[in-house]
């Protein structure tokens, strides 16, 4: 693999207002998991640019019900769903069918399962759920985005990440969790896993040439109790409000979590390869750069990740962009 260095985005003429977004009018985007939690306010925000915004969804009501409430709050706006189910491989070719053959600006690999308890579950592929969710669903549903990503003229890959993948290492011998299985470790791997798909996929491009650039953003800590209602696909009560006010000296809620996927999705000046989470401890604020370095940074762990992905999905995403 080539080990240049990453490409550096140039300093900025003025600062990236999170509330005042640069239009994306003519532009489409798809927001994997865009019905719920951080994936809604992603797609709510990019719609408010004026593009064209697809919420990949299993639940075609709840995609309904999410579409319905970005209209009420963005006048005009141009929202519409797929169906996504990134636990079923074979059903992934549907999914690219119904977006149709127009360019595709950006995906946002959002979706995701989180599961807090045992037994262990696994997707109709036979692979654990976390992970096969997480990872292997985005790894594959990349590789049949990209004629339509490559077909954009500046395309993008925006992998969302966690602030648990921080914490954990992959276990190239047990990626399914078969062994000791802990489901929040499990989770905080399968996180892991769609970092250095991110990374290894810029590095990836861009030793094949490829314009689309491949970036990674994380929300921080982004919290139920302090996210604003947007009923009835999310409802805060005042008591709810009221307990999570000491946590907002910390972290934040999920409008504020999804500041630098948008960002990573519309700022030109954004680069492949690049690390993108909240200001303050990578926990709450305005979105920035941050640093690749630690495990995020194991090129040899993620080049072994992408070759046992490709085994387990039939599928090589970078074949897709060549």
């Known amino acids: 693999m080539s080990t240049e260095a990453r490409p550096q985005a140039h300093p900025r003429t003025r600062p990236w207002d999170v509330h005042r977004l640069p239009r994306a009018d003519g532009r489409t985007f798809l927001v994997t998991g865009g019905n719920a939690g951080i994936g809604y306010f992603v797609a709510e925000q990019l719609a408010g640019t004026g593009a064209h915004v697809v919420l990949g969804s299993r639940d075609r009501t709840k995609a309904g019900t999410a579409a319905d409430a970005i209209r009420s709050r963005v006048p005009g706006a141009r929202v519409r769903h797929v169906p996504l189910d990134l636990a079923d491989l074979a059903s992934l070719e549907d999914t690219v069918d119904a977006l149709g053959q127009d360019p595709l600006d950006a995906v946002v690999n959002n979706a995701g399962v989180a599961l807090d308890d045992p037994p262990r579950r696994e997707t109709k592929d036979g692979n654990e759920l976390m992970f096969g969710t997480n990872h292997l669903g985005h790894f594959a549903l990349t590789g049949w985005l990209a004629p339509l990503l490559a077909a954009a003229p500046a395309g993008r890959v925006v992998t969302v990440g966690s602030f648990a993948a921080k914490s954990e290492r992959l276990d190239l011998d047990d990626l399914q969790s078969t062994g000791d299985y802990r489901p929040k470790r499990t989770y905080g791997r399968s996180k892991l896993a769609q970092t250095l798909f991110g990374f290894e996929l810029d590095r990836r491009l861009r030793a094949a040439g490829s314009p689309v650039r491949s970036v990674v953003a994380h929300p921080g800590g982004a919290l139920d109790s302090l996210t604003p209602a947007r009923p009835p696909v999310h409802v805060r009560t005042t008591g709810e409000r009221l ?80």
């Not at 690390?275 to 080049?303: I, S």
């Open 243 to 322: 307990r999570g006010l000491p946590a907002g000296l910390l972290v934040q809620g999920k409008d504020a979590g999804a500041w630098p996927i948008v960002r990573a999705v519309l700022d030109p000046e954004v680069a492949g390869g690049q690390l993108w989470g909240p200001w303050v401890f990578g926990l709450r604020g305005m979105p920035r750069a941050e640093p690749v370095k630690g495990r995020f940074a194991d090129t040899g762990t993620a080049a072994r990740l992408w070759d046992a992905s490709r085994d387990l999905t039939g599928s090589d995403p970078l074949l897709g962009f060549a």
